[in-house]
């Protein structure tokens, strides 16, 4: 093997790409870096001579971002954003406090569970927490690459390389606008009113989607019409303006209540899993633990029928697997 692959890429270079990137100029990554033009120019040129590609496109003083660039860029950003967590950990090792807290999340979790996690830390809570919003895929990627501490996502999720820590079950949901009929009923909401109606759901066929219209073909519903959506919040959010029923996780129902809808349980249990994740090889001290229990507890308080299974139950996968109707 060469040794010229063992090569570290310079972290100033990194920087100084990061800021281009980030500011839109040398001129302004320089003044971001307290250096001059000339220097983050030589940098990000260094850079590209380690990377064997073109980084910019340049027009006298205007740069733009090649294509290799910009998928350069994102894993230039997890590195940057490593590099920050470990200078906040020295911090907390020198003044002898709780180290940082950096958690990634899907924005479902970020949005209704993560506030009321911090909130139940009280006084544990460090002076710095950083919440990073991406999709469950890169909320793995994340975890793995131990660019963050904790990591909270919905199933299906691929597990290998990741210790559970929590795991909850609860159902999906229905939600209406407070001026439909529906919105008064007494009881469940039932399946067969979205018979010939629209549905307003995510389109993500891989997610919870799969789950519903696998249950809705085993009792011959079929909606008329669908409207999709990547976020359950602009599902609900379609609900209140009378476009259709909503079905939705029951974190985003919940954890980010919606005034002028109604929030009904549906007469067909379709269950919605989500957990608490760190790298296998991490260890933890005490007090960073004390988020897992304080996950826990904003679990119970927000979601009305939470329930917790045990992460170390070798046969949980699978079960999970079937209910979710992605495993035989």
């Excluded at 927490?129 to 469950?136: C, F, P, S």
């Excluded at 629209?198 to 085993?218: C, Q």
């Excluded at 988020?291 to 507890?297: I, M, N, P, Q, S």
Aim: overall charge neutral.
């Amino acid at each position: 093997m060469s040794r010229e692959n063992d090569r570290v890429f310079d972290v100033r270079a990194l920087e100084a790409f990061d800021a281009a990137m980030s500011s839109g100029s040398m001129t302004a990554a320089g003044r971001r870096l307290g250096i001059g033009q000339p220097a983050v120019t030589r940098l990000v040129r260094e850079l590209e001579s380690d990377v064997g590609f073109q980084l910019f496109h340049r027009n006298g003083p205007r740069i733009s971002p090649t294509d290799r660039g910009l998928r350069f860029y994102e894993e230039v950003q997890r590195v940057i954003a490593g590099l920050h967590q470990i200078r906040g950990r020295a911090d907390a090792i020198r003044d002898e406090r709780l180290p940082a807290l950096d958690i990634a999340a899907t924005p479902t979790m970020a949005g209704g569970l993560i506030g009321p996690t911090l909130q139940a830390l009280g006084g544990d809570l460090p002076d710095h927490v950083n919440v990073q919003t991406m999709n469950a895929a890169y909320v793995v990627r994340g975890i793995r690459s131990r660019t963050c501490d904790f990591g909270v996502a919905a199933y299906p999720l691929d597990h290998m390389g990741l210790e559970r820590h929590v795991i909850c079950e609860s159902q999906l949901v229905a939600v209406v606008s407070t001026a439909t009929p529906e919105a008064h009923r007494d009881g469940m909401l039932p399946l067969s009113l979205l018979d010939g109606a629209r549905l307003i759901t995510v389109g993500n066929a891989y997610r919870i989607r799969h789950t519903i219209d696998t249950v809705l073909a085993e009792q011959g519903i079929s909606p008329a019409q669908t409207l999709s959506t990547n976020s359950s919040l602009n599902a609900v959010m379609a609900a209140r303006s009378g476009l259709g029923v909503a079905i939705v996780d029951p974190v985003t129902a919940f954890g980010i209540p919606v005034k002028g809808v109604a929030v009904l349980p549906l007469s067909t249990a379709i269950p919605y899993f989500w957990g608490l994740f760190s790298d296998t090889a991490r260890a933890f001290a005490p007090s960073q633990m004390r988020f897992v229990e304080a996950f826990r507890t904003a679990c119970q308080g927000t979601i009305p029928d939470c329930t917790f299974h045990d992460p170390q139950d070798p046969g949980l996968l699978k079960r999970i697997g079937q209910l979710l109707r992605t495993s035989p």
